[in-house]
């Protein structure tokens, strides 16, 4: 089947930037979203690139999408330790949602 | 506000006794979905809604069942858990139109003893 990876872990200081990887198989992908999910609570969506887009920016958050190597990123400018969470990268082909395992996001003051 | 509403939020049951953990969202949404989180594996559909009285299968339906009787209601049913179901729960709506987003319930944690 099609899958959705991500790596598990990921770890910064405050006030680094942060990126989170996260690559797909299904190349008729028409929206790719990035999830945050914090402790205790449901999935909120942060973001989301069609896929005939590159990049989005939107406030610290940069989207890069490289549809060549199914392939895309999510930058965090400036982390914060209220961005500690965990990130789920999701595909979308025609209602049907694929989910990464998610990235548990630390930030170390 | 716009919400999807689970409930329980917290559910310990014993292997073999039904259950069903509601899902209520207000935003009209065609498109109602259920997936379970476990640790490691991320977000895996079982059962969607395209609309009233039309239900699918996802990826891991089994021992699961659903029903779409009102187009704000998507209950799960387990006819009888068991211990591999123990996860965490989530809801889902949204619209049908293009580019429309999936709104998320606050996850039920179900354990099965």
């Known amino acids: 089947g099609e899958d959705v990876e991500q790596s598990l872990f990921l770890s910064v200081r405050e006030g680094d930037s942060s990126v989170i990887n996260c690559t797909y198989t299904?190349?008729?992908?028409?929206?790719l979203y990035w999830y945050k999910q914090e402790p205790g609570a449901g999935l909120q969506l942060l973001t989301y690139?069609?896929?005939?887009?590159d990049m989005k920016q939107d406030q610290r958050l940069t989207v890069l999408l490289n549809k060549k190597d199914k392939h895309l990123s999510l930058r965090i400018a400036d982390t914060q330790t209220g961005d500690s969470a965990i990130y789920f990268c999701?595909?979308?082909?025609?209602?049907?949602?694929?989910f990464g395992a998610g990235t548990r996001l630390t930030v170390k003051p | 506000e716009a919400q999807v509403t689970q409930n329980p939020r917290y559910l310990i049951t014993v292997t073999g006794k039904k259950l069903t953990v509601t899902c209520s969202q207000n935003?009209?949404?065609?498109?109602m979905s259920w997936y379970r989180q476990d640790p490691g594996l991320g977000l895996r559909q079982i059962y969607y809604?395209?609309?009233?009285?039309?239900?699918d299968k996802g990826d891991v339906p089994e021992g699961y069942k659903v029903s779409r009787k009102e187009k704000r209601n998507f209950p799960l049913i387990l006819e009888s858990p068991s211990p591999n179901q123990t996860s965490l729960y989530f809801c889902?709506?949204?619209?049908?139109?293009?580019?429309?987003?999936?709104?998320f319930g606050s996850g039920t944690q179900l354990s099965v003893l």
């Open positions: 690139i069609f896929s005939n887009m």
């Open positions: 809604s395209m609309n009233v009285e039309v239900t």
């Open positions: 889902a709506s949204s619209g049908t139109g293009a580019g429309e987003k999936l709104f």
């Open positions: 999701a595909e979308e082909n025609n209602n049907d949602m694929r």
């Open positions: 935003m009209n949404h065609e498109y």
């Open positions: 299904d190349s008729s992908s028409t929206y």
